[in-house]
């Protein structure tokens, strides 16, 4: 409820500062959205991995934004079936309306014991998809920056946090992952032969390449969404500045030339055309868009000091991280409009924010006292929520496309 | 002031051959080097031909007496009072032409990661730059961006953050 007030008030200065830039603010007020009642007590679970799927399903579903937990018998849909393992694991489930005969929902998943909490991600999108239509994140998964080990190493995680694996050893400094579309590289940057490169994690070969590797500095690698293109930034041409090549190795084209300024932080729109990216050619960090044939780069963000990390969303919304009061707040901008929402409250830093794969939440490195965490943000105002409980600091969280 | 500056060189320059005499036989790890991720597309990074009078802990010895380049907030030009430091290191490398020079930049921990690594970067370009205007050879100067990821100093104010933004030296 104080969150409610809070954003209203927020909601209120944005709108009068962006009037006086000629911003127009569409501000969307915070409030959560309504749910749909979801009952799963008549769930049959047999044994403790049906017990885990079980559980892992409906606290997706409830991540999910879209549903609740629904009382027995005063729910607008029940969740049964059964779960369990012996010689493989097998869940079925069935949703049905109340009230209404047949089932909306009726599909069996099996995998190995191994799997129970994929196959639960996996259920709750296809239940998702079946009831509302929309898609979901519970299958997608999050690549990270973590300082566990002592070095900052890329890690990865599922949706909801858990599972967290450690994908590099370099002992040296790698940051800023980012997913080739196909769900099965990243990207990163990294100083594990002494000067900053641009490395390929191959996750289904476990095979790491070098595959930008100029003079200077050579960091920022995005795959564009329709996988023909990577943007980059590079100063090998004695600045740093935007590129992109084409996949998987062409001569990087120089986009900008701003020899008094920085370019950083390149993000793909949907249509794989056009490129955000941040530069301080104003004097101050500011997100600005350009063809990925090059030509004059246009500003989109036109108030606040400092204005970075963008993430171009599959919606063609671009979340960034803005300089608000003094602390880092992620707002979402419509490019297409020029609407601005902010969507965090000022008890944090909210920086580095990812696009989920439902278009809906946002992943971002919240920071209190010096250190961070991953958070998962709600564009439709749900309280963020933890993604990471394990110790050391938690950065640039990238949410892999959806299935 | 220029007394003070002769002096600094001579002892460099007597480090540097004190070094030059006993150190030559140790390969140094300076240059492109074998790529043991495979794959490797673009430049090697590292020109050939450099770094083979001194060993690399010698070089380090004599990189550690160049004082760090600082720089104003969210600003990569270089301010007067830091160009007697550059002299020096420009004196030293034409002095030593076998010697190559890789600046670091780094930035304070103010600012996204990925803007501090092209802030990072331009501070060292513009070390890199202000040398060349002395006479150094560009290929002797590489540049290597740290953003905000290797503090000086680990406190969270403005005398931290001034120790922080700043470029350094090491010697191949």
């Known amino acids: 409820m104080t969150r409610n007030i809070w954003t209203f008030i927020t909601c209120g200065l944005l709108f009068s500062a962006a009037a006086v830039h000629a911003q ?59 779960a369990g393992g012996g010689g493989g694991f097998v869940a079925q489930c069935r949703v049905a309306a109340r009230g209404r005969s047949g089932t909306v929902f009726d599909r069996s998943y099996r995998g190995d014991a ?98 930008a590797n100029y003079a200077g500095l050579n960091t920022g690698g995005v795959v564009s969404p329709d996988g ?42 949907p249509d794989s055309r056009q490129i955000a990216f941040v530069s301080d050619m104003s004097g101050r960090p500011q997100v600005y868009v350009v063809g990925r044939e090059g030509g004059q780069p246009r500003r989109l963000t036109l108030r606040g000091s400092e204005n970075v990390s963008p993430d171009w969303g599959p919606n063609g919304l671009i979340a960034y991280s803005s300089r608000i009061g003094g602390r880092y707040q992620v707002c979402v901008l419509d490019p297409r409009s020029g609407d601005v929402k902010q969507i965090t409250a000022p008890d944090a830093d909210y920086e580095d924010p990812s696009w ?14 010096y250190r961070s965490s991953v958070y998962l943000l709600d564009t439709l105002g749900d309280p963020p929520v933890a993604l990471i409980d394990q110790k050391g600091d938690w950065t640039a969280p990238a949410w892999s496309p959806g299935r | 002031m220029k007394a003070g500056r002769v ?106 990661n990925e803007y501090n690594l092209a802030l990072g970067e331009r501070r060292a370009l513009a070390v890199r730059a202000y040398l060349i205007g002395l006479g150094v050879g560009a290929d002797r100067i590489q540049t290597k961006s740290y953003g905000e990821e290797r503090p000086a100093s680990l406190g969270h104010d403005e005398s931290s953050w001034s120790q922080n933004r700043r470029a350094e030296f090491s010697l191949f």
Not at chain 1, 152 to 172: N, P
Not at chain 1, 231 to 256: F, H, Q
Not at chain 1, 356 to 369: E, F, K, L
Not at chain 2, 64 to 90: H, K, T
């Open chain 1, 24 to 82: 127009s603010a569409d501000i969307i007020i915070s409030k959560g959205t309504d749910k749909t009642t979801i009952d799963a007590s008549p769930f049959g679970a047999s044994d403790p991995a049906g017990r885990m799927f079980i559980q892992v399903l409906t606290a997706d579903l409830v991540r999910s934004g879209w549903f609740a937990r629904g009382a027995q018998g005063a729910s607008e849909y029940i969740l049964s079936g059964s």
């Open chain 1, 114 to 211: 191994n799997e129970v909490r994929r196959l639960a991600h996996e259920a709750a999108d296809d239940i998702l998809k079946a009831l509302t239509g929309r898609d979901g994140m519970a299958s997608a998964r999050i690549a990270l920056v973590g300082t566990l080990s002592g070095h900052k190493e890329l890690y990865m995680a599922d949706a909801d946090g858990q599972g967290l694996v450690q994908l590099t050893g370099h002992k040296s400094v790698s940051i800023t992952p980012s997913w080739h579309p196909d769900g099965d590289r990243l990207y990163y940057t990294s100083y594990a032969k002494g000067f900053p490169a641009i490395y390929e994690l191959n996750l289904r070969g476990g095979s790491i390449d070098r595959v």
């Open chain 1, 228 to 269: 023909r293109w990577m943007a980059m930034i590079l100063s090998r041409d004695g600045n740093p500045e935007l590129y992109v090549r084409r996949m998987p190795n062409g001569d990087p084209v120089r986009l900008t030339s701003t020899r008094r300024s920085a370019e950083a932080s390149p993000t793909w729109s």
């Open chain 1, 356 to 369: 989920a794969p439902d278009s809906r939440h946002i992943a971002a490195t919240r920071s209190i006292a």
């Open chain 2, 7 to 112: 002096l600094s060189m001579i002892m460099l320059g007597a480090l540097a051959l004190a070094v030059a005499s006993t150190g030559c036989k140790k390969k140094p790890k300076a240059g492109s080097g074998v790529d043991d991720f495979g794959g490797m597309i673009g430049t090697p990074v590292g020109p050939e031909g450099y770094g083979m009078a001194m060993n690399p802990d010698d070089l380090q010895a004599v990189a550690s007496q160049f004082s760090p380049i600082y720089f104003d907030y969210d600003s990569s030009q270089i301010n007067a009072g830091q160009r007697s430091s550059l002299e020096e290191i420009a004196d030293f490398l034409q002095a030593n032409p076998s010697t190559g020079l890789i600046v670091e930049g780094h930035c304070d921990e103010r600012g996204s």
